[in-house]
Every structure is written in structure tokens, then in C-alpha cells.
């Protein structure tokens, strides 16, 4: 038996053998492309907001309003709701999505839920990228929310139920590692395309989000189901065959018997969004809502927001925006490649404890050195290059922090710690957490930075402190832990045990060779 086993009810020591073949490697890759998307949207939609081309055909008011301000006022200078609610409407298209996105995945498998979801952002990215109109690009946002919307559904759970559980983080922080290259690459072809003569270059970074739709679209046609969708959709006999393959031998009966038992409670559930508010699922219904909420109040958006002012202070001056977006990106992929690295070996709690310390240290550092030079009316003057390089020496400190804690992290624990009969349920509310308060944060960002000033590094910090102290007092850790055996942290955990009176340890099941239950023990 492969690996270490884990104590998973009294008197039994559980461990599915198995090992990390290329075949599960290869399929949780493209999987984790999906996240591709996401993160290309959130790195081209600022880029092309600025682009004065694009800024002069569709938002004639607002250019003309930017180009006729020549305040130095830091805070204020971009501060528009028009463009912003342009931005952030994507996310509102995202969160119906991932309410239907439930049901399909549910029904019809995880795989057809990410074809869903390339096909519609492809088909937005191409009404974008020929747009003529205010009402395409509009039809456009509101078609890659939709696509948005299916992928972040599907993916993080895809990855979660196909990955070996020895190995399910460094696989599922897969998605978040293709979502920090969508952004890098994004920033990269923005600075370019912004040089095209004759102002089209927003066509390219707009209609270039075809490229990772279809890489997810044509990944959805040759990924393999997961063993549990097949299960839960009654294909018992080939869900034992691909579960074989995937982890590589032939003795599969334990885990395959367990996938079997929790399909069993799957089907006993009618109404799994009505399900989700019994007592006993309290603990993930608080994590689903909970995690998403305050990964988006960890502050990343005011931190990203100063880079590329600072690096034109150090001396890069119209290269500053490129610089930036290389220099960040880079910190957050590398870290991001260290999450993966570390995430089954240290934990989730320690990621989470360590980087939210690393962002608060980080976040205050950063509003004492912005309040000193910016101060209240936004005029840093001329700043000193020591001082630029300081702030963002912390700045890629604190983006680093971010991205090996709650950037995958945030993903990752909710997709894995839903048992069988709530999973996409819970998966959505998940999601559409995550896309309502992007988009209020999206929504109010601008307007926070102009009235609460330095502050609102401050503001974040407050939160950092609270989603720490929340991770170290309720989150159990969920590292080596077999999905389908998640119930054990909540039944052990301090708080969470009180909620979990009526639910029992997993069981062991016999069964015959056609996978039918025979016995339960």
C-alpha cells in the first residue's frame, strides 16, 4: 500500500493505494488550464480601460474627461464608475452562470461543464474583438461571464476528485497557476498591443481571449470523466475501469468502494440547495461563503493598483506599466510555484497562517510609506528612487504572501472538502461568493481609494487580520485527507463536532463484482 495512512474513524487506518501517473498528471494539467480564462479577463479588461483608442470609440466622455484632467491628485485621477461597472458587469454574468453551471455538473459530468463554459467565453471573446458597438462589447462581457462562470465551477472540482489524495493540492493550485500566467500574459500583450499604429491594437487583446477558450474547449473533448461524476451518473462498471487508470493499478476497491457509499447518500438527496442549510453541512456551507468572501478583502486590488506608479518613480517612466506587470507577474507565478510545491507537505493552515501574517506586515508597511509621501491630498511630489524601491520591494513581498495562501487556497479547500451530495451546490455558492464581492469590490475600489486615501491599505489589513484569526481558529487542516473522507476533520474539529452529532464515520462496504452494494459495516 502506497504512502502513509490517516486515522479516519476510530479503529481504522485508511489509506487508498495508488500513485501519480502521467495519464492523472497530464488530464489535471489541462484541466487546470481552465483557469486560464479568468485570468486572462482580469489582466486585459484594466489594460484595455486605459487604452486611449478604445477609451475615445466607446467611452468618448470619459476620454475626453481624462484628458482634460491634470490633477496630481493620486488617489482620485482614476476614479470612473462607468468604466469600472463596464469591468466588473463580467462578474455579475458569472455568478448566474454558476448557478445553472451547478446543475450541469451534477447531471451531465464536470467535463461537459467546461465545454460549456470555452464555447461561451470564445463566442464573447470574438463579439468583443469585432465589436462596433457599446451594446457588443456589453453582449461580449456578459457571454465570457457565462464561460467564466462554468469553468470556475467544473475545474476546481475536476481537479480535487481526479487528483491522488497525497496530492490534491499541489494539482488543484493548478487552476490558480494558469489563472497568474492568464494575467501575466494578458499585461505582456496589452503593453504591445497598446503600440499598434492606428489605435486597433484593443481589437487583438480582446479578441485574444479566444486563444485560451478554445485550449480549455478542445482540453474538455479528450479529458477523461471523473470516476465520481460516472458513479454518481450510474456508470458503475466504467467509473472501476477509468479509476484503475488514473491511479495506475489494479487494486482500487477501497477508494472505488467509498465513491460508491457516498453516491449512495447522493441520490438520497433531492434538493441538495435545500440540503445545504441542515445543521450537519454547517461547517461547509460557512467555509463556502466565508473563504471566497474574504479572499477578495485580502487587498490585492489596492496593492497591484499602485505598482505601476511606483516603478515609473524608480526611473522606468513609459516602460513603467510593462516593468510592472513582468515584475509582479513574475513574483506571483514563481510563489504560486511554491504553493504547489508545498501545499501537501506543509499544510493549508500553515500557507494561510504564514501568508496572511506576511500581507498585514506587508500592507502596513506599505500605508506608512504611501501616507508619509502621498499624504491626504494625493501629491507625492517628487519621490526619492530609495524610497520607490522599498515600497516595492514589500509590494512584490506582499503579492508573493498572497499568492502561495489565499490566491489557491481560495479555490482549493472549498472544492475539496463538500461531500458527494452538496458538492456542485456548494461549489456555486462557492463561486458566486467569489463573483458578487469582485464585482462590489471591483465596483467600489476607485471610489474607497479617493475618500479613505492611504487608508484603505489600512482597511485591508483590519480584514487580513480578521480572515487570519478565522483560518486559525475554525479551519481544520484538510492536507492527505481522501475526499470522500472529509467528514472526519469537521467530527474531530473543537467547534465544527458540536454540528455533526448525526453523521457517522465513513463505512466499509463489500461488493459484488458488478459494483452492487452486498454488505455495509
Avoid at 479547500?413 to 458538492?423: D, M
Avoid at 467547534?495 to 464515520?505: A, I, L, N, P, T
Amino acid at each position: 500500500m502506497a504512502g502513509g495512512g490517516i486515522q479516519t474513524s476510530p479503529g481504522s487506518n485508511k489509506a487508498y493505494p495508488g500513485n501519480l501517473t502521467l495519464y492523472v498528471t497530464f488530464t489535471c494539467i489541462v484541466a487546470g488550464m481552465g483557469g486560464l480564462i479568468f485570468g486572462y479577463d482580469i489582466g486585459i479588461s484594466g489594460g484595455v480601460t486605459s487604452m486611449d483608442s478604445f477609451l475615445n470609440e466607446f467611452f468618448p466622455s470619459v476620454y475626453r474627461k481624462q484628458a482634460a484632467d491634470t490633477t496630481t491628485n493620486q488617489y482620485c485621477k482614476f476614479d470612473s464608475q462607468i468604466l469600472t461597472m463596464f469591468t466588473s458587469s463580467l462578474y455579475l454574468a458569472a455568478l448566474m452562470s454558476s448557478l445553472v453551471a451547478s446543475t450541469v455538473t451534477r447531471k451531465l459530468g464536470r467535463k461537459l461543464s467546461m465545454l460549456f463554459g470555452g464555447i461561451l467565453f470564445s463566442v464573447g471573446a470574438l463579439v468583443n474583438g469585432f465589436a462596433r458597438a457599446v451594446w457588443m462589447l456589453i453582449l461580449g462581457r456578459i457571454l465570457l461571464g457565462f464561460g467564466i462562470g462554468f469553468a470556475n465551477q467544473a475545474v476546481p472540482l475536476y481537479l480535487s476528485e481526479m487528483a491522488p489524495y497525497r496530492y490534491r493540492g499541489s494539482l488543484n493550485i493548478g487552476f490558480q497557476l494558469s489563472i497568474t500566467i492568464g494575467i501575466f500574459v494578458a499585461n505582456i500583450l496589452n503593453y504591445f498591443f497598446d503600440k499598434i499604429k492606428g489605435g486597433w491594437g484593443w481589437r487583438l487583446s480582446l479578441g485574444g481571449a479566444v486563444v485560451p477558450a478554445l485550449i480549455i474547449t478542445v482540453g474538455s473533448l479528450v479529458l477523461p470523466e471523473t470516476p465520481n461524476s460516472m458513479i454518481e451518473r450510474g456508470n458503475i462498471e466504467e467509473a472501476r475501469l477509468k479509476l484503475r487508470r488514473i491511479r495506475g493499478i489494479d487494486n482500487v476497491d477501497e477508494e472505488f468502494y467509498d465513491l460508491i457509499m457516498a453516491s449512495e447518500a447522493s441520490k438520497k438527496i433531492k434538493h441538495p440547495w435545500r440540503n445545504l442549510l441542515q445543521r450537519k453541512y454547517r461547517p461547509q456551507l460557512t467555509m463556502a461563503i466565508l473563504i471566497p468572501f474574504f479572499q477578495q478583502l485580502t487587498g490585492i486590488n489596492v496593492i497591484m493598483f499602485y505598482a505601476p506608479v511606483l516603478f515609473k518613480t524608480i526611473g522606468f517612466k513609459g516602460h513603467a506599466s510593462l516593468v510592472s506587470a513582468v515584475v509582479t507577474g513574475t513574483v506571483n507565478v514563481i510563489a504560486t510555484c511554491v504553493s504547489i510545491c508545498g501545499v501537501d507537505k506543509w499544510g493549508r493552515r500553515f500557507l494561510f497562517l504564514e501568508g496572511g501574517t506576511q500581507m498585514l506586515i506587508c500592507q502596513v508597511v506599505v500605508a506608512i510609506f504611501i501616507g508619509s509621501k502621498f499624504g491626504i491630498d494625493g501629491n507625492p511630489g517628487k519621490l526619492p528612487q530609495w524610497y520607490a524601491i522599498v515600497v516595492v520591494l514589500f509590494i512584490c513581498i506582499y503579492v508573493s504572501g498572497f499568492a502561495w495562501s489565499w490566491g489557491p487556497l481560495g479555490w482549493l479547500v472549498p472544492s475539496e472538502i463538500f461531500p458527494l451530495e452538496i458538492r456542485s451546490a456548494a461549489q456555486s455558492i462557492t463561486v458566486s461568493v467569489n463573483m458578487i464581492f469582485t464585482f462590489i469590490v471591483a465596483q467600489v475600489f476607485l471610489t474607497l481609494l479617493c475618500h479613505l486615501k492611504f487608508g484603505l491599505f489600512l482597511f485591508f489589513a483590519f480584514w487580513v487580520v480578521i480572515m487570519t484569526a478565522f483560518i486559525y481558529v475554525f479551519l481544520p487542516e484538510t492536507k492527505n485527507i481522501p475526499i470522500e473522507e472529509m467528514v472526519v476533520v469537521w467530527k474531530k474539529h473543537w467547534f465544527w463536532s458540536r454540528f455533526m452529532g448525526d453523521v457517522e464515520y465513513p463505512s466499509v462496504v463489500e461488493m459484488n463484482k458488478r459494483g452492487d452494494l452486498v454488505h455495509k459495516v
